[in-house]
């Protein structure tokens, strides 16, 4: 075996690098024709380990003297799965170093939604050695009759990044081709790479398929990563949720300027632009060194920041998500965290990204936005000491997905249902599907149900003597328009009016403008000149304007293994068994919460109840995440008005969530533990909550994936209110007329499972019913209650000046409270 990996050996030592274990290990496993995963920290090798296995064959075959041939009569052999397209050129660099450097000609080209149309045709004839592409793009390649023609002589499939796909809807489409394509190569290797996950064998067995043996191979010792906190010079002592970020730009940009490059990490799109606006509002001469990066900045302008940051020629790149995944940007020696990561794996995920080279110490600075934050920072680093990391948990049964990989399958080569079956049953996903809902889902397909079977743009699919075809054009064309997983709303390109694009955003933001108005985006300041087409034309803007690009799924709620360690944290702390920077610095506030209330910890549930001013509020502190206390502040509230009669509003965080109403709450602990028993909860969830309304909006979405509403042809797509009116009417015609459509039960599974974190929600009952009451009824708000309160003093409909002067005022006294 070693023999095989002579070559690399050699290559390595010319470099004076060193070959690891397990990248040994990996290659001998896929010349022993094994599929895998290999899981080792970001930046130690995993990329080679996976990609030199099927390098080295070609060599042994160039030995051979099976070399000299083009690489288009060689076909396609393997396919390397990304789940971020910004990152696919990057990859095909990296890729093709290493093949050069191995002496061979094959050829590695990306192929995803950033591909021209010219070079993808071309790809489906003439297709290279290896390809780089996504979850959407290989699906459609399935889509055309020579697809699978193309794809039968893929030997190896690498999954890079495996954890981002493994619990969503585009992780399922890619279990669906990979069965696919292993019923045209049954010795097909798949090996999945992945840097921070806790439940390995769950995700292997989701990427090969039950029963389908793998190795798992560990990489290296994960190196250590030092967590460090730039702390705020005066801390206030009654939080306020995203009052302190910002206003720390002046040591961010010493500390940005003390290093060569830096990846600055956000949250979200709209606080990349913020914080990008902001750095060049302080320090305009850095105009030229810094950038600013995400997924819906245009492609031409992300691989121009991704060819300056490789080259070292930026000082800082403002990004998302859409630099913590992908390959080595070695010239970056700093990563900054702004606000808290809301969990541990993507905080080492983004912490990788600095000393992403084997044996170096990875190293982050978190900047915290609120003050409770320092509390979340401190209870990252313990959760790394503890290694307590989060899982991913596969989907299963999403069967709008299925219908959408049927159609596509049909407009492909055509499919044998029978045969089909079996495949499907070969994945994770499906692997329980009955004889019931696969015919429901043939019915679907072939005559659009029981309800729609009337209209002939539902009968997609005919069984052609045996053989599932498309034979509609027009079906076809629209259908392969359509083949994705990734919800969002409509999106509008922004353009100069000389033709440059600069990127999309949502509709619905766009839409609240008008001519004349300047926003941000990209990181310039832009005024809307016209809307036509789906398309808003810009100019650039002379003065800065209020107004920053959104997008939506924005909120990221705190992970369980997180909120874990927040409350192991907070009983260290008063246990005085813990010394951190970020606790020291903010022991006043902890002290305050401690003397005016209580400081819960892991087997704590605190309740405050505060009047303020005419107001009643219950404050309830599981730390359950915020979609979770959202489900149980709505059911709490339901059972409490169906107890007696009264208003109640509610506003939820991670930590907790408030019930405000003009009338008192019951305090004895019997009624609330009533409240907050576990019993009947499925019922009284879907009581207490518009479920319907809930599971319209999110009906929206399987009926697009499904393919039971098209959003339109470029350049006439549907807005998204027209999408959602679309799908209404078609959520209701079902509702009335097939009550028992596997969508519309999809619909409602969804809303619980997703929306509401249902399973989490029912542990968290579970747990609060264990844990030690401690209602108490302080005279004013406290540090936990306070964000709650001035959160829900937002929500109500005020003027900007009337909350910032309610909420200041109520600071003042809270202040001086504390400091009697």
Not at 295 to 317: F, M, N, P, Q, T
Not at 342 to 361: D, N
Not at 471 to 483: A, D, L, T, V, Y
Not at 507 to 521: K, P, S, T
Request: proline residues 4%; glycine residues 6%.
């Amino acid at each position: 075996m070693r023999a095989l990996t002579d070559c690399t050996h050699d290559w390595f030592k010319a470099h004076s690098w060193t070959v690891f274990d397990f990248q040994q290990a990996a290659w001998d496993a896929w010349h022993q024709g094994q599929s895998g995963l290999i899981h080792s920290p970001t930046g130690s090798g995993k990329t080679l380990a996976a990609w030199l296995g099927p390098v080295q064959a070609e060599v042994a075959k160039s030995a051979q003297g099976q070399s000299g041939r083009k690489h288009s009569e060689h076909g396609l052999k393997v396919l390397w799965i990304t789940p971020l397209r910004a990152l696919a050129m990057d990859t095909v660099k990296s890729l093709q170093t290493a093949a050069d450097a191995h002496g061979l000609s094959i050829q590695v080209e990306a192929r995803t939604g950033d591909t021209s149309s010219h070079r993808r045709q071309k790809q489906r004839y003439e297709p290279p050695f290896a390809m780089v592409t996504t979850p959407e793009s290989l699906s459609v390649l399935l889509s055309y009759k020579e697809g699978e023609t193309t794809l039968s002589g893929v030997h190896t499939v690498i999954v890079d990044e495996w954890h981002e796909l493994l619990s969503s809807k585009r992780g399922v489409q890619l279990e669906l081709c990979l069965a696919r394509i292993r019923a045209l190569n049954p010795s097909l290797r798949v090996w999945g790479l992945s840097a921070t996950l806790a439940n390995l064998d769950v995700a292997m067995e989701t990427l090969l398929g039950p029963n389908n043996p793998g190795q798992l191979i560990q990489g290296r010792t994960p190196r250590k990563i030092e967590v460090e906190t730039l702390l705020p010079k005066k801390i206030a002592n009654f939080p306020w949720s995203g009052h302190l970020g910002i206003h720390l730009i002046e040591p961010i940009i010493d500390t940005i300027a003390a290093h060569e490059t830096t990846l600055l990490f956000t949250n979200t799109r709209a606080q990349s632009e913020l914080w990008f606006k902001a750095l060049l509002e302080t320090k305009p001469e850095w105009f030229e060194v810094i950038a600013l990066h995400h997924g819906s900045i245009d492609r031409a302008l992300r691989h121009d920041i991704e060819d300056r940051l490789r080259d070292g020629k930026l000082r800082c790149v403002v990004c998302t998500s859409s630099l913590d995944l992908g390959v080595d940007f070695s010239p970056v020696d700093q990563v900054i965290q702004v606000g808290s990561p809301k969990g541990v794996a993507r905080l080492m995920q983004r912490a990788g990204r600095s000393g992403h080279r084997p044996g170096a110490i990875s190293r982050v600075l978190c900047v915290p936005a609120n003050t409770l934050e320092l509390v979340e920072i401190a209870a990252v680093r313990l959760a790394l000491k503890q290694k307590r990391i989060e899982g991913r948990h596969p989907l299963t049964l999403s069967l709008d997905v299925l219908s959408q990989h049927l159609v596509t399958l049909a407009l492909g080569a055509g499919f044998k249902a029978d045969e089909l079956l079996a495949e499907v049953r070969r994945t994770h996903a499906f692997q329980n599907i009955g004889d019931n809902e696969w015919e429901w889902v043939m019915d679907f397909i072939t005559r659009g149900g029981q309800a729609l079977q009337g209209y002939p743009q539902y009968h997609k699919v005919l069984n052609v003597q045996g053989v599932y075809k498309v034979m509609n054009r027009e079906i076809g064309q629209r259908h392969r328009m359509s083949i994705g997983t990734i919800s969002a709303d409509t999106q509008m390109a922004i353009a100069f009016r000389n033709g440059k694009k600069l990127g999309t955003t949502e509709e619905n933001f766009i839409a609240r403008l008008n001519v004349g108005d300047i926003f941000q985006f990209a990181g310039k300041s832009l005024e809307l000149q016209q809307v036509k087409d789906l398309t808003a034309y810009v100019k650039p803007a002379k003065r800065r304007g209020r107004f920053v690009a959104r997008w939506g799924g924005t909120q990221m709620p705190l992970s369980t293994e997180l909120a874990d360690s927040v409350l192991d944290t907070l009983d260290a702390w008063r246990d005085k068994a813990i010394d951190t920077p970020e606790l020291n610095a903010i022991n006043h506030v902890l002290s305050i919460q401690d003397q005016w209330s209580y400081l819960p910890g892991a087997n704590d549930f605190l309740i405050e109840a505060i009047t303020t001013g005419k107001t009643n509020s219950l404050f309830c502190f599981p730390f359950a995440g915020r979609l979770a206390n959202e489900g149980l502040a709505m059911v709490v509230s339901s059972r409490l008005t169906r107890s007696m009669p009264m208003t109640v509003e509610i506003q939820m965080n991670d930590y907790g969530f408030e019930l405000q109403s003009p009338n008192e709450f019951p305090l004895d602990e019997p009624t609330l533990r009533n409240l907050f028993t576990a019993d009947n909860l499925l019922n009284d969830i879907l009581e207490a909550i518009n479920t319907g309304e809930i599971a319209k909006r999110k009906f929206r979405d399987i009926a697009r994936i499904s393919g039971l509403i098209f959003d339109g042809y470029p350049g006439r797509a549907k807005s998204a209110r027209q999408v959602q009116a679309s799908s209404g009417l078609i959520f209701e015609v079902l509702k009335e007329h097939d009550s028992k459509n596997l969508l519309l039960d999809q619909s409602r599974r969804e809303v619980l499972v997703a929306q509401l974190e249902f399973k989490r929600l029912e542990t968290a009952l579970q747990a609060v019913a264990k844990r030690r009451w401690i209602i108490k009824q302080p005279e004013r708000l406290t540090p936990l209650s306070f964000p709650l309160w001035a959160e829900s003093v937002q929500s109500q409909m005020m003027t900007s000046e009337n909350y910032q002067t309610r909420v200041e005022r109520m600071l003042k006294q809270l202040e001086n409270a504390a400091a009697s």
